[in-house]
């Protein structure tokens, strides 16, 4: 009885799936500062929720955003609750590798939804070792996770639920070497991929062919967009507007004279000519920076465009960041994040436009988990954001220099409450 190999599971009819896997299995529940209980019951899976069916007729029906964390070993499945509660499953028989498989799927798909992560899939890689090496000289030490490469990101995702999002067009090289994957980013960190086996080769193919794709969407936009560009004008647009990337003035104007008013004469087919122009009132610097992109973006897409531009206000120094889509759509509000201290010139004030550039990538350009207050994110509707804020960085980043949005509301009342700033 140790493995639980008296039960098995039966089939219940489901709604609208047809078919429902119910599992048996008993559990034992342990409240915080209460006495525990236990009884067995049935298991299955509800699109985001794990519901437990006791022989008692309890029902509990658990949102797997509401699991801290989870353990599988010697047949028994134990679950820490965001509540406190722990939760321990067993007596699952030959079966219990499956309902832990299928636990785990389910929540790492919720889990990259949350962190804003929810894109096409190309390849997984199983049980590999990674090491996170930052420029600065630390390293972590040696996880366990599954790769995963989408279109336009390489996921590594542990199994107790921490995701790490590298966006493939800040990804500089890729050395195979001593039977393992050194993915080195721009940014000057390192991701050491091991242990791979089988899975190496087309772990690699797949990150070369999502990254030559990015460079082939790249140079298709810039080639629609700039149909007058001549010589190996496009391809060297491609590579710097590689997806999400936002290029600044100074390497626009190095690169070919006039270029950025070239940019410039674009942004009346997205709608933001004007807004950009009443913005750059505010720019005493010469500096900014704007991107291109095609396809899916968050919740966009056709063709989608964005600038970086350095504002001067009451508050001091702000980067502006706003947004349009073809179409002549422009975007719903102007949002405005303060700059530290130190970067407010020259080419500190250029690092620090690239690295919110950076930030904004890396959440896909989500721009509501940035703006939304404290009281907003207990609202059921906003709270799945919270755990993107407590797992991404970038997120954590973006909120903490965010100075305030305007919404596009009307013209006069855009300006108005723009100069106010």
């Known amino acids: 009885m140790g493995d639980g190999s008296k039960f098995s599971p039966d089939m219940e009819a489901g709604q609208e799936d047809g078919r429902l896997m119910r599992y048996q299995l008993e559990y034992r529940l342990v409240p915080p500062g209460g006495a525990p209980s236990s009884e067995t019951g049935t298991?299955?899976?509800?699109?985001?929720?794990?519901?437990?069916?006791?022989?008692?007729?309890?029902?509990?029906?658990?949102?797997?955003?509401?699991?801290?964390?989870?353990?599988?070993?010697?047949?028994?499945?134990?679950?820490?609750?965001?509540?406190?509660?722990?939760?321990?499953?067993?007596?699952?028989?030959?079966?219990?590798?499956?309902?832990?498989?299928?636990?785990?799927?389910?929540?790492?798909?919720?889990?990259?939804?949350?962190?804003?992560?929810?894109?096409?899939?190309?390849?997984?890689?199983?049980?590999?070792?990674?090491?996170?090496?930052?420029?600065?000289?630390?390293?972590?030490?040696?996880?366990?996770?599954?790769?995963?490469?989408?279109?336009?990101?390489?996921?590594?995702?542990?199994?107790?639920?921490?995701?790490?999002?590298?966006?493939?067009?800040?990804?500089?090289?890729?050395?195979?070497?001593?039977?393992?994957?050194?993915?080195?980013?721009?940014?000057?960190?390192?991701?050491?991929?091991?242990?791979?086996?089988?899975?190496?080769?087309?772990?690699?193919?797949?990150?070369?062919?999502?990254?030559?794709?990015?460079?082939?969407?790249?140079?298709?936009?810039?080639?629609?967009?700039?149909?007058?560009?001549?010589?190996?004008?496009?391809?060297?647009?491609?590579?710097?507007?590689?997806?999400?990337?936002?290029?600044s003035r100074k390497t626009l104007d190095g690169l070919a004279p006039g270029m950025w008013e070239r940019m410039e004469e674009r942004l009346e087919a997205f709608g933001i000519r004007k807004s950009y122009d009443f913005l750059k009132r505010f720019n005493d610097t010469g500096y900014g920076a704007i991107g291109f992109k095609r396809g899916l973006m968050g919740d966009l897409t056709g063709e989608y465009v964005?600038?970086?531009?350095?504002?001067?206000?009451?508050?001091?120094?702000?980067?502006?960041?706003?947004?349009?889509?073809?179409?002549?759509t422009g975007g719903k509000a102007t949002y405005f994040f303060r700059v530290p201290d130190g970067y407010d010139d020259g080419d500190s004030l250029e690092e620090y436009i690239q690295l919110l550039n950076y930030n904004l990538l890396v959440i896909n350009f989500r721009r509501e988990p940035i703006y939304l207050r404290e009281e907003m994110l207990e609202k059921p509707a906003y709270k799945h954001y919270r755990y993107a804020i407590e797992k991404l960085p970038s997120l954590r980043f973006l909120r903490a220099w965010f100075s305030g949005r305007v919404a596009h509301s009307s013209e006069e009342a855009w300006r108005g409450k723009l100069t106010s700033l």
């Not at 049980?127 to 989408?150: F, I, L, P, S, W």
């Not at 531009?309 to 120094?317: E, H, K, L, S, Y």
């Open 306 to 328: 964005w600038l970086l531009i350095p504002v001067r206000g009451n508050r001091g120094r702000m980067i502006a960041l706003e947004a349009g889509s073809d179409g002549g």
């Open 43 to 247: 298991a299955c899976f509800l699109e985001e929720t794990l519901e437990i069916r006791g022989d008692s007729g309890r029902i509990m029906s658990i949102p797997v955003r509401e699991i801290a964390s989870f353990e599988a070993g010697d047949y028994r499945i134990g679950l820490n609750l965001q509540s406190g509660v722990f939760l321990e499953l067993y007596y699952l028989g030959r079966y219990f590798s499956d309902f832990a498989d299928k636990l785990t799927d389910v929540r790492n798909s919720v889990i990259k939804k949350d962190l804003l992560m929810h894109e096409k899939l190309l390849f997984t890689a199983e049980d590999v070792q990674y090491r996170y090496m930052e420029k600065a000289g630390g390293e972590g030490q040696a996880e366990t996770c599954d790769v995963q490469v989408t279109e336009t990101a390489l996921i590594i995702a542990e199994p107790e639920g921490n995701h790490l999002r590298v966006p493939l067009s800040y990804v500089k090289e890729i050395v195979d070497e001593d039977y393992s994957l050194h993915v080195l980013a721009e940014t000057g960190d390192r991701i050491v991929l091991s242990m791979l086996g089988r899975q190496r080769e087309p772990l690699l193919l797949n990150m070369e062919k999502a990254i030559k794709n990015l460079e082939v969407k790249a140079r298709e936009l810039c080639r629609d967009l700039f149909p007058d560009a001549g010589g190996a004008l496009p391809e060297r647009l491609a590579v710097l507007f590689r997806d999400g990337r936002a290029v």
